[in-house]
């Protein structure tokens, strides 16, 4: 019989489950929990969507904010805005089944590499555009994770006079400028007005100072992208996130390709889903390529 | 009997030869040519060399500028200062022994993890900091290519304005501000003297001006870094090349480890000398890892 996991995305504030197939499809309801602020409750909250399912499945399959270690059972450290203790949970406890945990855009770039945007392409890097930036990097059709796992942090500098404190704690990281985040930074500095949100440059993206802000946005996107394509000689990166519906994926396609010294690239957007980081761990809990 | 490769390493300048045991020792005197102009020329170099010589060896071993492709048997597209016909060279005819061919930073790469700096380290980034900036990565213990062969060029944006023209055609990538070349152009910036030399500044680098010089290079070469070890979480960033005897290497990796959200890595001086490139050409060549 074919296999199945209990999926479990972990995010800073939503907690979401459903139980996934072989094929990466999600054959259950889709559960929401509001992510709870101490560890105690989130373990809690891990603990009562596991022993209703657990028995219907294979493998639990975690996709969590944070760098998940290379043997895929805990967090190496530091996760923003979830419980300070987050990185201390056992997560193999949590379950008699086996438990398997990886980084959430790892786990949406596996995703798209095995049933989404970027299938069958073996070299693909993927962001996901989104209040910050994630990063997930599949070489030689397998998931990228360097010495420790915490590969595939887009945290390279896109100016080196510290204009922006990135949420790193460094300085002009490209998810300073790249993210959602990053966009209404732009706005601020261009339209010197510190009210000024996302939701103005994109609802009124005609107008002319919209734009100037946009395609300063998507400019310092395509310059990030231009590094990877040369560092890494890809076969495609592949956008995902809120903020990727916002970019205009050919004009980065064809304005990319005329920059880097490697060879020609695709740029695609995600296909997998809202629940890419769901399937895609479920899929590498599986063992499905 | 131990294998030994003929090694011949390309540059736009020289070209050198020699042969290498599987330890990657030099057993040959290195034999130097001035590179030629024209594409027959330099195919008689190589004819000359390998007449010579490949009777006495198993394999021949090219360490050559440009990017290679995956088969180790032709060079990509462009490469700078040499005859631009080059990219054509069928290396496979020039003997009747088998002839590998790898560029010229990813060969060095591969010499510092089996015999150098790098060495037991599975996953480190070598970055040549010489006239311009060269790069060769090795991930899981293997060299990392690419889907067609011309990954780790170290063209990654270090600012988003257009600020310096690349050699590569565009703007603002970290070579234009790591090389030797980048250095005389922070010179220029810095001291608006147009005629200043690399040699005045390392030549007086106790000067406070010489030493501010020194200092924003060093730091573009650190924020390059920082956004590598993000991206790679490597075991270690291997620096050569002539430029790099300029560069702290003690307070880089300090400076690093303290910028970086992946785990603690180090920062080595390459140690397999200067003919790094031909011998670690002949180690892939000889299947040596």
């Not at 049933?115 to 930036?133: D, Q, R």
Request: proline share 2%.
């Amino acid at each position: 019989m074919a296999k199945k996991a209990l999926a479990i995305d972990v995010g800073g504030t939503k907690i979401y489950s459903a139980i996934v197939n072989e094929k990466g499809e999600i054959i259950s309801e889709v559960e929401k929990y509001l992510t709870p602020k101490t560890f105690n409750e989130i373990k809690a909250v891990f603990k009562e969507i596991i022993e209703k399912y657990e028995d219907l499945v294979d493998v639990i399959a975690f996709s969590t904010c944070g760098a998940v270690n290379n043997q895929n059972n805990g967090i190496l450290g530091s996760t923003g805005n979830i419980a300070k203790e987050y990185p201390a949970m056992d997560f193999k406890s949590l379950s008699k089944k086996t438990v398997f945990v990886e980084n959430d855009a790892n786990a949406a770039a596996w995703a798209e590499h095995v049933i989404g945007a970027s299938k069958e392409m073996p070299y693909s890097i993927m962001l996901t555009l989104g209040t910050g930036v994630g990063g997930g990097i599949i070489l030689d059709n397998k998931l990228y994770k360097g010495k420790n796992g915490a590969a595939g942090e887009m945290h390279f500098k896109m100016r080196t006079d510290k204009h922006r404190k990135c949420t790193c704690g460094s300085y002009d990281c490209f998810e300073a400028y790249a993210s959602g985040t990053g966009l209404k930074r732009t706005a601020e500095e261009i339209s010197g007005d510190s009210e000024i949100t996302t939701y103005d440059v994109v609802a009124n993206k005609d107008r002319p100072l919209m734009k100037k802000i946009l395609e300063k946005w998507q400019n310092d996107i395509l310059e990030g992208i231009i590094g990877l394509a040369n560092i890494f000689d890809p076969d495609c990166v592949v956008l995902s996130g809120s903020m990727a519906e916002f970019v205009d994926i050919d004009y980065l396609e064809k304005e990319a390709n005329k920059e880097i010294v490697t060879t020609p690239f695709r740029i695609v957007k995600a296909s997998a889903g809202n629940y890419s980081g769901m399937i895609g761990a479920a899929l590498l809990a599986l063992g499905v390529k």
